[in-house]
């Protein structure tokens, strides 16, 4: 079955420091999501990018479909940055496939 | 920004009892669908939904059914609840216009004893 991996499981910052989570996937890839999680539980959708590179804000997403990765760039990290974030490939039609994440904490 | 709700917020059952859980949404999606979150194994898909009447199979649909009675609500049903259940639930609609994205309600804690 597909299987979603990601690095590093935790990662430790101080404010203002930038940061690189990277996904990985055993299949071949036909969409993937990274959402984020808040500390409190609830998951808001960062970005859809099934290819190529997406930039909100102070966050890029690139996705490279032939070597199976999707990155998250996060620059100039704040405190508020801190939770889970996590990548999941798979489409609306039959649902998404998760990794497990990886732990932001950012620090003062 | 859309709206996904779900209810109860948290929920305690015994074993071998019927828990249903319920999601409502405002996005006039097509697709709901509902997961659990465990540590050690991150969110996974139970059931899922195309449309009213209509309910799929996910990943780890044994020990649970899912009803779909109308486009907006979408609930998930433990006619015998045991302890391994005891997770946090998830429900999400989606769509394939434009951004193939899902948005995701609030979570229910349920705790089996």
């Known amino acids: 079955g597909q299987q979603v991996q990601q690095s590093p499981a935790s990662l430790v910052l101080q404010e203002g420091e930038n940061a690189e989570l990277q996904c990985n996937f055993s299949?071949?890839?036909?969409?993937m999501q990274w959402f984020y999680q808040r500390p409190e539980g609830s998951l808001v959708s960062l970005f859809y990018n099934p290819s190529g590179t997406k930039q909100s804000g102070r966050l890029t997403s690139t996705t490279v479909i032939k070597e199976r990765r999707s990155s998250l760039h996060i620059s100039s990290s704040q405190i508020t940055d801190s939770g889970t974030y996590l990548c999941?490939?798979?489409?609306?039609?039959?649902?998404?496939?998760f990794g497990l994440g990886t732990r932001v904490s950012v620090f003062p | 920004e859309a709206a996904v709700t779900q209810s109860p917020r948290n929920k305690v059952a015994v074993t071998g009892g019927k828990v249903t859980l319920s999601c409502n949404q405002t996005n006039n999606h097509n697709n709901m669908y509902w997961y659990r979150q465990d540590t050690g194994h991150g969110l996974r898909l139970i059931h899922y939904?195309?449309?009213?009447?209509?309910?799929e199979k996910g990943d780890i649909p044994d020990g649970y059914k899912a009803s779909r009675p109308s486009q907006e609500n979408f609930s998930l049903i433990l006619e015998l609840a045991t302890p391994s259940q005891t997770s946090v639930y998830f429900c999400?609609?989606?769509?394939?216009?434009?951004?193939?994205?899902?948005?995701f309600g609030p979570g229910t804690r349920l705790l089996v004893l």
């Open positions: 999400a609609s989606g769509d394939a216009g434009g951004e193939d994205t899902q948005y």
């Open positions: 299949t071949s890839l036909n969409s």
């Open positions: 999941a490939m798979g489409n609306y039609a039959q649902g998404l496939t």
């Open positions: 939904s195309y449309g009213a009447g209509s309910t």
